[in-house]
Each structure stands twice: as structure tokens, then as C-alpha cells.
């Protein structure tokens, strides 16, 4: 079974960091593009950044560009992304999510169940 | 960037009847060297992620009942859902993946009437 599991979200001051980790299962995850895509409580879908199957190629949304950082760990069939100065607008359910197209330019599936991250003082 | 707009914001639509939903994208989808419409709907549960429905604007995703099916091409897309299904209650969101950044439409409430 195809599977994602996504960990590492939590309340954070603003300008503080966070690390989200998700752990793959259930498929070949060094031959897929991964991606994080968030959602903040009530709103629509927002795509975050996406990974080459190697790590060598990275895209991100204007929004969180220079404070988000997404990489893998092909050995650990893991994906990360390191948040940095966090701000209020940040807040929302990150989810990670298979991208099967063999380009940056992609879909999402399957999905994780996703982790809160809520920037707050 | 491109902006997907989907219309209308909320429908409800009795049991076994037909619900359609639309998504604009504000330029065309359509890659013509391989003649695809880079186009995908989703539907999202309460409390659930998101699940793929279709891609390439008209494949449906395997497992997905035949009941949903996506039409249209270039700019403006369509997602039906014929004989509405109660398990069908749910936000149905459009994705195009023809340029970065990867946007969603803001979203479509099918609800019972």
C-alpha cells in the first residue's frame, strides 16, 4: 500500500523555524518528484515546493521562497521541509504528496494526512 | 502565474441527480506537442486530504466510479458527477500543472439538497 505519513508540525512563535518530515512507504520513492502542499484552516489548496527524484532540481512558491528549504533522503524514503521565519500567514496543514508525472510540472498522488503547523505568540 | 477560478462557490444537488462544476484557467492548459490539457480534479473529505479524481482533464484515476467524469480543453474545464451519491458530499478543487507555480482553483461545496 501506497502511504505517506507526515510529522513534525506544532505551534511556533512567529520568526521561529520548524522541520516537517514525511515518511514514504508502498512505492519506489527515489524515482518520484515529491512535493508539499498546505492548506490553511478553512481555505484552499496551496502548492508549496516540489523535489526532483535526485534532490538536484527544487521549485518553490514566490511566498516562501529563501525561508523554505524541501529535500530528501532517498536512503530513509524521507522528504523534509525546513521552515524558517515562520510568520502568522504560514499557518495551515502541510501535506506531502507523491508528484507521478516525470516533471516538476505535476500532480499530487497520493497524499499525506498532513501536519498542523500554527505560527502564534 | 496562472489563476484558476471554479464556479460556482457551493451547489446542492438532490440525491441521483446530476452536479457540474467549473474551473477557468486565466490561459491555456493545453501543451500542444502532446495535445494534453494539464488540468486535475480532486475531491477533499471533511477532515481528510485531498484525492485525485482525474488527470489530463479527462482520465479518470483508477478505483475513481465512472459516475465523475471531466470534460474541456484550453481554458474551461468541467467536472460531473451524475446520479449525486451521498459519500459524494465533499469540496471538489481543480489543479493545472502546465507552469509553475502549481495552482489550485479556490474550490467547489457539493452538498445534498
Known amino acids: 500500500e501506497v502511504q505517506l505519513v507526515d510529522s513534525g508540525g506544532g505551534l511556533v512563535q512567529p520568526g521561529g523555524s520548524l522541520r516537517l518530515s514525511c515518511a514514504a512507504s508502498g512505492f519506489s520513492f527515489s524515482d518520484s518528484w515529491m512535493s508539499w502542499v498546505r492548506q490553511a484552516p478553512g481555505k484552499g489548496l496551496e502548492w508549496v515546493a516540489n523535489i526532483k527524484q535526485d534532490g538536484t532540481k527544487k521549485y518553490y512558491v514566490d511566498s516562501v521562497k529563501g525561508r523554505f528549504t524541501i529535500s530528501r533522503d532517498n536512503a530513509r524514503n524521507s522528504l523534509f521541509l525546513q521552515m524558517n521565519s515562520l510568520s502568522v500567514e504560514d499557518t495551515a496543514v502541510y501535506y506531502c504528496a507523491r508528484s507521478p508525472h516525470t516533471t516538476e510540472y505535476n500532480w499530487f498522488d497520493p497524499w499525506g494526512q498532513g501536519t498542523l503547523v500554527i505560527v502564534s505568540s | 502565474d496562472i489563476v484558476m477560478t471554479q464556479s460556482p462557490d457551493s451547489l446542492a444537488v438532490s440525491l441521483g441527480e446530476r452536479a457540474t462544476i467549473n474551473c477557468k484557467s486565466s490561459?491555456?492548459?493545453?501543451?500542444?506537442?502532446?495535445?494534453?490539457?494539464?488540468l486535475t480534479w480532486y475531491q477533499q473529505k471533511p477532515g481528510q486530504p485531498p484525492k485525485l479524481l482525474i488527470y489530463w482533464a479527462s482520465t479518470r484515476e483508477s478505483g475513481v466510479p465512472d459516475r465523475f467524469s471531466g470534460s474541456g480543453s484550453g481554458t474551461d474545464f468541467t467536472l460531473t458527477i451524475s446520479n449525486l451519491q451521498a459519500e459524494d458530499v465533499a469540496v471538489y478543487y481543480c489543479q493545472q500543472h502546465y507552469s509553475l507555480p502549481l495552482t489550485f482553483g479556490g474550490g467547489t461545496k457539493v452538498e445534498i439538497k
Open positions: 490561459q491555456s492548459v493545453l501543451y500542444n506537442s502532446n495535445n494534453k490539457n494539464y
